[in-house]
């Protein structure tokens, strides 16, 4: 039997060290452990990609439970494309570092990552 072929949610050089580290949900969302979910950030914000938000998961009974710890960041109006990259990363991560003692204390938890091209984002809008 032929199974449709899923294209990958995570974008072409993602590496692969991360890819295959990754939780990926039956609707294509993407979560890591804290501390690779660091290291994905880092590669979003180097590589043009705005990280929208975050939340955090843990697995319970092969399930994800979702946990009360949610990041978001949004475009200003005239913000340059290559500035909010740069200050969606910025603020992605300093919340990261800021909540990874909190997050241990909950378990195993995963963090969900939203992230988006400029030419995503701008069809978004549409």
């Known amino acids: ?63 994800l439970q979702s946990l009360p710890y949610f990041q978001h960041v949004e475009r200003t109006r005239a913000e340059e494309w290559g500035l909010f990259v740069a200050r969606a990363a910025a603020k992605t991560l300093a919340y990261l570092k800021t909540c990874l003692p909190m997050f241990s204390e909950e378990g195993d938890v995963y963090v969900n990552v939203t992230w988006v091209s400029e030419e995503e984002l701008r069809n978004l809008k549409v």
């Open 1 to 63: 039997m032929n199974e449709p072929v899923r294209r990958s949610p995570l974008p072409a050089g993602f590496p692969n060290e991360l890819a295959s580290a990754a939780y990926v949900a039956p609707n294509n969302e993407v979560a890591w452990r804290p501390s690779q979910t660091i290291q994905a950030v880092e590669w979003f914000g180097i590589h043009g990609y705005a990280v929208l938000g975050t939340e955090v998961f843990l697995p319970k009974q092969g399930s």
